[in-house]
T-cell receptor, first 111, second 115 residues
Framework: AQSVTQPDIHITVSEGASLELRCNYS??????LFWYVQSPGQGLQLLLK??????LVQGIKGFEAEFKRSQSSFNLRKPSVHWSDAAEYFC?????????FGAGTRLTVKP | ETGVTQSPTHLIKTRGQQVTLRCSSQ?????VSWYQQALGQGPQFIFQ???????GRGNFPPRFSGLQFPNYSSELNVNALELDDSALYLC??????????????FGPGTRLLVL
């Protein structure tokens, strides 16, 4: 069955530390891959997306993600986290007329 | 700011009632998608409209229906409300023909509470 998994429900990092949020998917073909961020009471904002080509994708706010076909993963990274990065992060996959989101990872940033 | 607006921001209804949620897409965006986000979960795809025709649907019953208008506005209608329909409802617009290959621009959502 098609699915998107974000194994970490909640992650806490110190400001200035590096961050990696994990995402794994299970699809018959390589879908389109996205990372979104949602701040409290807000809609979703696209951080980055992967359709094809270079497997390392650069996004907004200093985020990047790497697509690894062999691992069916699309992990999100940031080298130095800022307090304003505290939010909920969603990995999403799209293929044909189906769009699925993971359950999300809540990021807390310690001062 | 994504240029996508939704109304109302909050709504309280009673089980069994009907509700209409509205979305105004970016001008020129021919595709609109609707999502349901229950508390503590990721969004779930309800359906997608392209040029006023439904062209994709998730695992939601027929009491969830939609309309898209030529002026880039759209509606989500839910009949016979159930308690489990309580959620944040998000709409997202994109410029092309959908199929989720494009960037979607999300509105801030409408929070629906069913009592």
């Amino acid at each position: 069955a098609q699915s998107v998994t974000q194994p970490d429900i909640h992650i806490t990092v110190s400001e200035g530390a590096s961050l990696e949020l994990r995402c794994n998917y299970s699809y018959g073909a390589t879908p389109y891959l996205f990372w979104y961020v949602q701040s409290p009471g807000q809609g979703l904002q696209l951080l980055l997306k992967y359709f094809s080509g270079d497997t390392l994708v650069q996004g907004i706010k200093g985020f990047e993600a790497e697509f690894k076909r062999s691992q069916s993963s699309f992990n999100l990274r940031k080298p130095s986290v800022h307090w304003s990065d505290a939010a909920e992060y969603f990995c999403a996959v799209g293929l044909n007329n189906d769009m699925r989101f993971g359950a999300g990872t809540r990021l807390t940033v310690k001062p | 700011e994504t240029g996508v607006t939704q109304s109302p921001t909050h709504l309280i209804k009673t089980r069994g009632q009907q509700v209409t949620l509205r979305c105004s897409s970016q001008s020129g965006h021919n595709t609109v998608s609707w999502y349901q986000q229950a508390l503590g979960q990721g969004p779930q795809f309800i359906f997608q409209y392209y040029r006023e025709e439904e062209n994709g649907r998730g695992n939601f019953p027929p009491r969830f229906s939609g309309l898209q208008f030529p002026n880039y506005s759209s509606e989500l209608n839910v009949n016979a409300l159930e308690l489990d329909d309580s959620a944040l409802y998000l709409c997202a617009s994109s410029p092309g023909s959908g199929a989720f290959s494009e960037t979607q621009y999300f509105g801030p959502g409408t929070r629906l509470l069913v009592l």
